[in-house]
């Protein structure tokens, strides 16, 4: 098998991805800008070849790297990145070399906004009251019939970025006046908790490995309000959500991929109400938290999917598993070597975040498990308290 894997060494974690897939006998070829000489020593060991572009946003570039790989290699059968940014690139590169998984054709279902909500509303899951607007009125019409706040969020869009919470007409009228040149959604505001409905499919669609997370707050209000996050596992899903996160995954029909599907839970009605689907795993470390959670190999299990169509590991949600996020622009009440003399048999892994994710995910990342909830929330509550 020849697999291409663009951008194999960023985010850091995936660089497992390659090492997998090598050792079961793939042919691994890596794309990226990154110069050869600083990949980690394990991922050169795991690329059969390595084709360093000068600007990844440059198709012809990925387009000459993949014709190199073929005239060596012969055909191409897979490419991914596993990252939500190289999405639509992945898809026209699998679409001019014939190559398996999503194409073109199939990027509009998992990148644009409005058309999640045709296939949550087909999956018989609630959505948020909203839709594309393009003018003042529309936006005025939607606000008649759910009240303020609303919130505005690109159609194509990754995370929390250009995403708005407006609360009046005031905020409003300054939307108008600054939004970029981009199709927007509008949406009425749900209050409530945030729960994702994440997992590995095989190649036919059969969801093999699947868990869910609980957040503290979400993406957006982290990112706007320049606050602190964390998420974990959870040990049981509600069947509600878990019946949701099914549903969905069925009608997407989704194979040998990793899935991210995120949701509300209504604090007015208790109701699951979708949000956003990412056909790929869910971000930062997140992955890990998948083997700390459940004493699994997740990077291997997916390497096993895709060469052999096999998830062989057993898994049964022993330990719930939590990303807590410090800020290096906050004082702190406990210190680094107090958070480990207190907890550091229950902190399984900790590092320094990429800038990328920072706004996000922080500038330092803890993961702690423990079977029970409780001890995961006084470990979140003891890093991130204040020093006020």
């Not at 992945?90 to 296939?119: C, H, W």
């Not at 007015?268 to 959670?293: K, W």
Request: hydrophobic content about 40%; aromatic content about 14%; proline content about 5%.
């Amino acid at each position: 098998m020849n697999f291409v894997y663009l951008s194999p060494h960023f985010p850091p974690n995936y660089y497992r991805f390659c090492v997998h897939l090598n050792e079961l006998g793939v042919n691994v070829f890596g794309v990226a800008d990154e110069s050869y000489d600083r990949l980690r020593p394990e991922l050169r060991d795991s690329l059969r070849e390595y084709y360093r572009v000068n600007d990844m946003h440059h198709y012809d570039e990925l387009l000459r790297a993949c014709g190199y790989f073929t005239h060596r290699h012969g055909k191409l059968d897979c490419l991914d990145s596993h990252n939500e940014y190289w999405l639509e690139t992945e898809a026209r590169l699998r679409t001019d070399f014939n190559m398996d998984g999503p194409k073109s054709d199939d990027i509009v279902l998992m990148k644009y906004k409005s058309q999640m909500k045709k296939i949550f509303r087909e999956a018989g899951v609630a959505v948020a009251r909203g839709s594309l607007f393009h003018t003042l009125k529309d936006a005025r019409d939607l606000i008649a019939q759910v009240g303020y706040p609303i919130i505005a969020k690109p159609d194509r869009g990754v995370g929390a970025m250009h995403t708005f919470k407006i609360h009046n007409d005031a905020e409003l009228l300054a939307f108008f006046d600054q939004k970029p040149p981009l199709d927007y959604l509008i949406e009425e505001f749900i209050q409530g908790e945030i729960f994702t409905f994440d997992g590995l499919t095989d190649k036919n669609g059969r969801p093999v490995f699947y868990t869910s997370h609980t957040y503290s707050q979400g993406i957006m209000e982290t990112v706007l309000d320049d606050s602190l996050i964390y998420y974990y596992s959870l040990r049981a899903i509600p069947p509600d959500l878990e019946a949701a996160g099914l549903q969905v995954l069925k009608v997407y029909k989704i194979k040998a991929r990793f899935f991210h599907f995120e949701f509300f839970r209504s604090a007015d009605s208790g109701e699951i109400i979708a949000l956003e689907v990412n056909i790929r795993p869910p971000g930062g470390l997140t992955t890990d938290m998948f083997n700390f959670a459940n004493d699994i190999n997740i990077y291997k299990e997916w390497a096993n999917v895709i060469v052999n169509n096999r998830f062989t590991a057993q898994y049964s949600r022993p330990y719930h598993c939590c990303y807590i996020a410090r800020k290096f622009n906050k004082r702190y009440a406990h210190s680094h070597e107090e958070i480990m003399a207190e907890f550091g048999p229950d902190i399984v892994y900790q590092e320094e975040i990429s800038g990328v994710f920072s706004a996000a995910l922080g500038n330092y990342g803890y993961l702690a498990r423990s079977p029970e909830p409780d001890q995961i929330l006084s470990i979140a509550a003891f890093i991130q308290k204040l020093d006020l």
